[in-house]
Structures are given as structure tokens and as C-alpha cells.
């Protein structure tokens, strides 16, 4: 995996030997801004602060993480740290990027309950780790010597790695997780919101009726805005927006295109609502992201 700031993480191959899973090491000097790149993916991620200090922005969200600090990154949600210069010391982080397949494939059926509030309550699942509390001390405990296993030999640690992620979770979830939504709720509330999640999922490009999602969901409308955004943490129409843009990412890294033609496939007819709303999300325009992803 490259180092530098000048990949985003949709070009990278989260998996080692064909492994659902990523794990990798980066330092920065002092005079850079950014200690890690505003960018997304599909797969969780924890990253620990071995050196240094960051403001870790997590959608709208800061979080000021100091040596020997963790947070726990859902899929999906759009990322970034900001270095915060201390004298002349270096920041360094690992992270471990994994699909949620490392977890679910060796869970029965009944289990994965335990796992899906990260996936579909993503902001709200997210974790500031850090020592100030035993259980957090524990997963830190856990997680750290993942970072020092031999990368060489995935023979040699794949299984105590699933195992202490396992460990890791069952620690987060009874003291955050579990709190993120009402076991009965969710399990009853969740194939209804999922029908309507899939259908913006695989039509985005379209001009999707708030009534449409509400009869795919079976509910009203007014019922279906409030249990989406309880569930997912945005409203159906920012949902479909963030859907849209990141879309757009992947068209603009990808592809030769004109933005234009990139816009109106990803949903927009109109080139200056999409080029505002893609520098309000993303910080930067649609060329700028180009230029630097391509």
C-alpha cells in the first residue's frame, strides 16, 4: 500500500493473499497537513496513533486523537486527519483495514446481528478508543499486537487476528454497539429500511420519490424520514446525495469522461448544483479531485 497522500482508497486493494483484510504502517513529517487523505471505503477500519497528535474527521465529526489513541471507522463514512504539529515530532499510525466478511464468514446465521450496527448505523457506530477506561485499555490490549504480527507469513497469525478482532468486538459491542439501537426494533425495523436502502443503492442515477422509498419500505413518509435517519444517520435525501457523489468519485478516478456527462450519470442535470455539492462534501472540486486521484 502507498504512503503518500496521493491515493485514495477506492484505487487500493484492501486484501492480503486474497484475505479480506489490510494491514499497513505510515509516518509523516511534521510539515505535513494532512496525516491521512480525505477519502472512503467500503470495508471497517481501526487506526491507532502510534506518534503524534490528529484532528480525525469522520463526516462532520472531529475527534482529537493522541498517542496511543484508536477509533473505530464504520464502512462508508468519508475520512480524514489533519496533522496537529508537536515540536518536531513525526506522526505515525497503523491502520487495519478489513471487510466485514472476516467477522460474518465465521459467525452462524443467529450471530451477525452483533455486527450489523456498524454496517447500517455506520456514524453511529463510530469509537474514539483510548485508555481512559478499562474496557477501552482491553481493546487496545487486543488490538496492538496485530500491528507487530509477521505480514510475511499470513499462516502464521490469520487466525489469532480474526480471534482477537472477534475478542475486540464482543468488547465494543457490549459497552457501544449494543447501545447504538434497540435489539427488537432493529431486528423487526431492519428488512423493511434495507428494501428502500437497496433500491437508492442501484438507482441513484434516477429521480427517486420520497413516496417511492416509503412504499418500498412499507411505511409512511413521515414514519420512514424519521427510522431512516435513526438508522443510517442521514435523511433519505442526503443518503442519496453522498451515494451520488461518491459515485461520481469513482467515475472521475476511473474514467476519461467529461465531468458533465459524469454528473448527469450519477443523477444531476444540473453541472453547478453537482459541482457545489461535490465541494461541500469532498472539499475540493470535481477537477481538483481529478487531478490529484487520477
Known amino acids: 500500500m502507498k504512503n503518500d497522500t496521493s491515493y485514495l482508497a477506492e484505487q487500493i486493494t484492501h486484501r492480503t493473499l486474497s484475505r479480506p483484510f489490510l494491514i499497513h504502517h505510515t509516518t509523516v513529517t511534521n510539515d505535513m497537513k494532512l496525516a491521512l487523505y480525505l477519502h472512503y471505503h467500503s470495508e471497517m477500519e481501526f487506526f491507532y496513533l502510534t506518534e503524534g497528535e490528529v484532528d480525525f474527521v469522520i463526516e462532520e465529526e472531529t475527534f482529537r486523537l493522541k498517542e496511543g489513541d484508536a477509533i473505530f471507522i464504520p464502512p462508508g463514512l468519508i475520512h480524514y486527519a489533519d496533522n496537529i504539529p508537536l515540536n518536531d515530532k513525526t506522526c505515525s499510525f497503523h491502520a487495519l483495514v478489513f471487510d466485514i466478511s472476516l467477522l460474518t464468514d465465521v459467525l452462524p446465521s443467529y450471530c451477525k446481528h452483533y455486527i450489523y450496527p456498524a454496517r447500517y448505523n455506520a456514524r453511529k457506530s463510530v469509537l474514539h478508543i483510548n485508555s481512559s477506561t478499562d474496557c477501552h485499555t482491553q481493546i487496545l490490549e487486543l488490538l496492538c ?6 505480514k510475511s507469513d499470513i499462516d502464521t497469525y490469520e487466525l489469532e487476528l480474526r480471534g482477537r478482532l472477534l475478542m475486540i468486538w464482543q468488547l465494543m459491542y457490549n459497552t457501544h454497539l449494543n447501545s447504538v439501537h434497540n435489539n427488537s426494533l432493529y431486528d423487526h425495523i431492519y428488512p423493511q429500511l434495507k428494501k428502500s436502502i437497496d433500491y437508492l443503492d442501484n438507482n441513484y442515477q434516477e429521480n427517486i420519490e420520497l413516496s417511492t422509498l416509503a412504499y418500498t419500505a412499507g411505511m409512511s413518509e413521515g414514519h420512514f424520514c424519521r427510522i431512516f435517519k435513526e438508522f443510517t444517520g442521514f435523511t433519505p435525501f442526503t ?3 453522498r451515494k451520488r457523489i461518491l459515485e461520481s468519485c469513482r467515475y472521475l478516478t476511473d474514467s476519461t469522461e467529461s465531468i458533465a456527462d459524469i454528473a448527469t450519470k450519477c443523477g444531476y442535470n ?4 453537482y459541482n457545489r455539492t461535490f465541494l461541500k462534501m469532498m472539499h475540493e472540486t470535481p477537477s481538483a479531485y481529478r487531478k490529484r486521484t487520477s
Open 270 to 273: 444540473n453541472i453547478s448544483y
Open 239 to 241: 443518503y442519496l446525495n
Open 145 to 150: 499486537p496485530i500491528f507487530d504480527m509477521d
